[in-house]
């Protein structure tokens, strides 16, 4: 069985990370049958999550483990897309990934307006001896990241308009359709289905809660995504608040 490595549940998500979303979309679209479990930087190949273990194979970063997963499980799943199809899907994939991915990053460790429930889910854990010098290193880290990515040399505001450029963007692409290309999923709707996840559904501050008022059809496929491949989703509220460290799913 695939044991899928995250961060666990947090903030009303599946995950916190869209990519570990990501993953998980992609197995429950192919029926493919896993486990989760919260998932250690250390134990991963590239010392990112999330990184799955399909019977001693380990594979990290959420495209190289989609690759692989299609390959050996799903290889008919993206048949019915055209090269042009593709090279929409990629270029919306790379979009939220690769820009939309940093913005959502300065918002949830770096804009004080909405941060302290990320601090406080992740460093709470943390010996309060000390956790300052903890807090310190990681929003260094993140820093660095969203620095080196080029949007953190730009002012907040500057940041969440590039930001509403790209959600703009895909609201205007997928429109009223059933899934990102058509009337059909594929391997793009799991990184189109975890962003658009994380703003719809997070139950923390968020500098895109204006999006979800203004974006019925970012609901509409949201609410498709959670009923047709997460079922239980609407039986959230009701479970215990202590989540299993390993989850088997079918």
Same mark, same amino acid.
């Given at each position: 069985m695939i044991t899928l490595y995250g961060f666990g549940p947090a903030f009303g998500l599946? &995950? @916190?990370s869209p990519f570990v979303t990501k993953v998980e979309i992609f197995l429950r679209m192919n029926g493919i049958e896993y486990q989760k479990k919260r998932g250690s930087l250390g134990k991963s190949p590239t010392q990112k999550l999330p990184y799955i273990d399909d019977d001693g194979t380990l594979i990290s970063d959420s495209s190289?483990?989609? &690759?692989y997963l299609m390959q050996k499980y799903a290889p008919q799943f993206n048949a019915h897309l055209t090269d042009e199809a593709h090279a929409q899907g990629l270029a919306f994939q790379r979009l939220l990934e690769d820009h939309l991915y940093f913005a959502a990053l300065y918002g949830r460790w770096l804009d004080s307006d909405y941060n302290q429930p990320v601090h406080q889910r992740f460093l709470s854990k943390i010996p309060k001896l000390i956790r300052p010098l903890v807090k310190t290193l990681v929003v260094r880290r993140m820093r660095g990241y969203v620095h080196a990515q080029g949007l953190g040399r730009h002012p907040k505001h500057v940041i969440y308009d590039f930001a509403r450029r790209d959600i703009r963007a895909l609201r205007t692409f997928?429109?009223? !359709?059933?899934?990102?290309?058509? &009337? !059909? @999923? *594929? *391997?793009? &709707?799991a990184t189109v289905g975890a962003f658009l996840w994380s703003i719809m559904r997070v139950e923390i501050p968020s500098p895109f809660e204006d999006i979800r008022a203004e974006s019925p059809n970012f609901k509409a496929y949201v609410d498709r995504l959670a009923k047709t491949y997460f079922p239980e989703v609407g039986e959230k509220k009701d479970r215990k608040k202590s989540e299993p460290e390993t989850q088997p799913v079918t």
């Open positions: 599946l &995950d @916190p190289l483990i989609l &690759d997928l429109g009223e !359709k059933t899934w990102l290309l058509g &009337d !059909k @999923p *594929s *391997s793009y &709707d």
